[in-house]
């Protein structure tokens, strides 16, 4: 029998909208070494890290934008994907109870507030992927703010604009042009997740997935881990700095992803991510949860 997992995924909403992942903060620590001491830059991260102690300590949500909660489940063969949409939308309401969450499902054509954080069926955003039978279900969660959203962005290749062919190098001129027109508008330093490829579609679900990796790992890519770090280091030259002050801390870590296309598209996707880098995961097997 399925089990009702509504308080465990009430306890993955909690945990990814109060705790900041221990490789997002190192970050932000380490950025602080890399300013200017008594900078704004150095203010600004020093108030952000604050607010993450403070959170965790007090299991409040890191921001007042608690954001979209978008899922990613990976789920047994056999288990109902009925059943588990209602317990992740239960879930979801309970947390919006409790202030975990703040009501942000709004609804486009009336402009009316659900007060639950549900809607139709794409809110909360629910991605399934079916398993072999015997493997864990795994739920990934990613918080993520309207004013990092609102700076995402998705380019056509060749772009005249910017000189960016249907290349890497095209590539890395787009991914830093979308870096520059943020400026602090995304809440820097932000982490970018980007896709190369695919549809308009898939390449902005891509951009989103690709954001669950740690910002310590490498691509097994050796060609897109040299460019991730290239435009890492090159987003960081930019001067926009934490929160747009200015400042040598504009980007975390940079993730990508390329998909196959059709011969007429090249589309890159850039999903820009806030500092308050909301991800969390949980894994149930036999009956018992664990939370990373």
């Known amino acids: 029998m399925q089990p009702d997992l509504t308080n465990e995924i009430l306890e993955l909403v909690r945990f990814t909208s109060t705790s900041l992942p221990p490789d997002v903060e190192k970050r932000l ?39 979209t909660p978008i899922f990613y ?15 992740i939308q239960d879930a979801v309401i309970q947390a919006t109870k409790k202030s975990y969450l703040r009501p942000n ?10 007060g639950d954080n549900t809607g139709d069926d794409h809110y909360p955003t629910i991605h399934l992927d079916e398993v072999d039978e015997g493997q864990p279900l795994v739920i990934e969660l990613i918080l993520k703010g309207g004013g990092c959203e609102n700076v995402g962005a998705q380019y056509k290749l060749p772009d005249n604009r910017l000189g960016a062919g249907r ?104 999903s820009y991510m806030c500092w308050a880098f909301r991800r969390r995961k949980m894994t149930y097997r036999d009956g018992e949860s664990r939370y990373e």
């Open 167 to 270: 290349d890497l190098e095209g590539v890395r001129k787009v991914v830093l042009d979308a870096v520059y027109q943020a400026q602090g508008k995304g809440c820097a330093p932000g982490a970018l997740g980007v896709a190369i490829g695919g549809d308009r579609g898939s390449s902005y679900l891509a951009s989103k997935e690709v954001l669950f990796r740690s910002l310590d790992d490498s691509n097994p890519d050796p060609v897109l881990a040299e460019l991730e770090e290239q435009i890492t280091k090159e987003a960081n030259q930019l001067g926009i700095g934490p929160m747009g002050f200015g400042g040598k801390t504009t980007v975390l870590g940079t993730k990508i992803k390329g998909l196959h296309r059709l011969p007429a598209c090249y589309f890159v996707s850039v």
């Open 29 to 67: 620590r380490a950025s602080l070494e890399a300013e200017e001491p008594g900078s704004a830059a150095v203010g600004a991260l020093e108030t952000l890290i604050k607010n993450v102690e403070m959170a965790r300590e007090k299991s409040t949500p890191i921001c007042q934008d608690t954001g």
């Open 105 to 114: 499902s709004v609804n486009a054509i009336t402009g009316v507030n659900t």
């Open 73 to 87: 489940v990976s789920y047994p063969e056999g288990w109902s994907t009925r059943k588990l949409v209602k317990q």
